[in-house]
């Protein structure tokens, strides 16, 4: 089952934030974040694993509430270069490693 | 230059004409995963290996087949290609995990391939 990401899309001005959500209704290990730009593959932004840290990419964070099965993924003082489709994917917990599911995507646009 | 190549890029093809998309990698990378992408659906798990001779079904593999002979080469095969079949199709592979602080294997960065998009009439 896949999970929802929250909201489908978002339209923001350099500089502002914004939050992206990403949520399960099965108990998760882990989650993934990719970004994904027009016309090219998906690139790794970062991993959260149960248990673990709040991770950071430049200015672009991410936190796992594991009771919740919830992430979100928050993008501080927006840039031009934010803009794409930003993914979730998620790992199940109780199962071995192998099954990775992506949300549907949400679209990030960014203006000057 | 590390990379996960595809090809062919471009494809259009009848329905029910055996076709394979190739997937390498050069990393040295135990894992590889098959994905379609779909518009308003995302990214779709269509077969995974984690290593030579290993693979397992994702979400969506009806339809598909995998094999993994070697440790670089994870070509995705579709028998009898169908309409239902054009997508867009990503190969991606990923070094394994040290356990470690871990309590199992999960994935590590994904390392994605430059897409093969597929069109079947």
């Known amino acids: 089952q896949q999970p929802v990401q929250s909201p489908q899309a978002v339209i923001l001005r350099e500089g502002e934030d914004a939050v992206i959500n990403c949520s399960s209704s099965k108990a998760l290990y882990s989650v993934h974040w990719y970004r994904q730009k027009h016309g090219e593959a998906p690139v790794f932004l970062m991993i959260?694993?149960?248990?673990?840290e709040q991770m950071r990419h430049e200015k672009i964070s991410a936190s796992f509430n594991e009771k919740k099965q919830q992430s979100s993924l928050y993008l501080t003082a927006s840039q031009l270069s934010y803009s794409g489709t930003y993914f979730c994917?998620?790992?199940?917990?109780?199962?071995?490693?192998?099954?990775?599911?992506f949300g549907q995507g949400t679209i990030l646009t960014v203006h000057p | 230059e590390a990379q996960v190549t595809q090809n062919p890029r471009y494809l259009i093809t009848v329905t029910g004409k055996k076709l394979t998309v190739t997937c390498s990698q050069n990393?040295?990378?135990?894992?590889m995963s098959w994905y379609r992408q779909d518009p308003g659906l995302g990214l779709r798990q269509i077969y995974y290996s984690m290593n030579v001779e290993v693979t397992d079904k994702g979400d969506v593999p009806e339809g598909y087949k995998v094999s993994r002979k070697e440790k670089r080469n994870f070509p995705l095969i579709l028998e009898s290609p169908s309409p239902n079949q054009t997508s867009l199709y990503f190969c991606?592979?990923?070094?394994?995990?040290?356990?470690?602080?871990?309590?199992?294997?999960?994935?590590?960065?994904?390392?994605f391939g430059p897409g093969t998009r597929l069109t079947v009439l």
């Open positions: 959260l694993l149960k248990g673990g």
């Open positions: 990393m040295n990378h135990e894992y």
């Open positions: 994917g998620t790992e199940r917990d109780g199962t071995s490693y192998g099954k990775l599911t």
């Open positions: 991606a592979s990923s070094r394994r995990t040290g356990m470690g602080k871990r309590e199992r294997e999960s994935y590590n960065e994904q390392f």
